[in-house]
């Protein structure tokens, strides 16, 4: 057991492979600013080392013996919610586990380390510590059931959309699986097409959009290149390339790109954003989550000069406000509001169009 150094963020790795915990444990304890204080093979000696230890952050296998990683979670944030870095494997089965634990209040995820990744090893580095260091300072946003439908909801009006021209565009990043779920989830099979970008790992997207499909009343898919945006419908960016608007005649289709990333990313929400100012102008509506860095604020910025509607996720709401809190800095959201508002702000009429359209006589 180490003795916690003041100032430092300490950490606990639980991890039922001896390699991996050796080596997460030298990337994080090769930092300053981070104190491995513990390692645990399983859930239970989990449990025992939360309790005498008091980390400040977990990174947790999700497939472990004896009880796995979900269910631990799910006691965890029961219990003893705590900032939580999920380690998952690059499968189907590793992707799906992965939503399930983003969904159940695990801040942020990595990719299992590969025990061969000796070329890339500086890139993991990077990428483990900055999440780690991300989900000390992340808000530990309240989970709550699904809601029911949008048109079974008791003492609420069904939300409805007048608009059909409509284009949304919505962009996320840490904690944003979670978020986007939140907003699909009210809105109601006449909403207009939806665009979404939440910055995912190969191997992750299709899985994602699958979950988002099993749980609202839209269509949603992974986009495909050329794909026709309709009403109901909701396209998610495929991992690693950018997903773009493209007008044609009186049709938007979906465009998918392989240039280079954008604010770190691809796919960007910046890219997004930037594609529905030139080709949907005052047609569209911007939305951008919770996540880190800046990704998405100049887009945001563009769409609302050209007349687009523009909404960024409260602080208070969000896991972390970097995204949304940058947009708003730009001045580029119209609107600030908390997740559970957000999907009624969808459907609400536009009176500044309203307003534009009798300036102009």
């Known amino acids: ?19 991996v915990r050796a080596l997460l444990s030298r990337i994080l ?36 013996p004896r009880m796995d990683g979900l269910q631990f979670l799910r ?22 586990v992965t939503l399930a634990a983003l969904e159940l209040g695990a801040v942020d995820f990595v990719t299992k380390p590969r025990l061969d990744l ?11 510590i900055g999440k780690v260091k991300l989900a000390a300072g992340a808000r530990l946003v309240a989970r709550y059931p699904s809601p029911p439908g949008p048109n ?34 009210r809105l109601p099979p006449d909403a207009p097409g939806i665009l979404v970008t939440q910055h995912l790992p190969r191997g992750f997207s299709a899985p994602f959009a699958a979950r988002l499909n099993g749980c609202t009343p839209l269509r949603v898919q992974e986009a495909t290149h050329g794909a026709v945006i309709l009403p109901g419908h909701v396209f998610i960016a495929p991992a690693n390339r950018h997903l773009l608007v493209q007008r044609e005649a009186a049709r938007y289709r979906c465009w998918l790109s392989d240039a280079p990333p954008v604010n770190r990313h691809r796919p960007s929400v910046d890219v997004l954003f930037g594609s529905m100012a030139e080709q949907v102008g005052e047609h569209a509506v911007g939305v951008i989550l919770t996540g880190m860095g800046c990704d998405g604020a ?10 687009a509607r523009t909404i960024a996720q ?10 949304p809190g940058a947009a708003v800095a730009l001045d580029a959201a119209q609107r ?15 009176d500044s169009r309203i307003e534009r359209r009798a300036a102009r006589g």
Request: glycine residues 8%.
């Open 118 to 128: 000796a070329h890339d090893i500086e890139a993991y580095a990077t990428e483990l």
């Open 75 to 96: 006691n965890l944030m029961r219990l003893r919610p705590m900032p939580v870095v999920m380690c998952s494997s690059l499968t189907a089965r590793g992707a799906e």
């Open 298 to 307: 100049h887009g945001l910025r563009r769409m609302r000069e050209r007349g």
């Open 152 to 185: 079974q909801r008791s003492g609420a009006q069904p939300l409805h959309f007048s608009n059909s021209r409509l284009i949304v565009g919505i962009g996320a990043s840490t904690g944003g699986t979670e978020a986007i779920r939140r907003v699909l989830e």
């Open 29 to 64: 304890g090769g930092d300053p600013a981070l104190q491995v204080v513990g390692t645990a093979p399983d859930a239970f000696a989990a449990r025992e080392k939360i309790k005498t230890l008091n980390p400040d952050v977990l990174t947790l296998d999700v497939e472990m």
């Open 1 to 19: 057991m180490n003795t916690a150094i003041p100032g430092r963020i300490k950490v606990l790795i639980v991890d039922d492979s001896a390699l």
């Open 336 to 350: 600030i509001l908390p997740l559970d508002q957000i999907a009624a702000a969808l459907a609400a009429p536009d």
């Open 314 to 323: 409260d602080e208070s709401s969000s896991v972390v406000w970097g995204m």
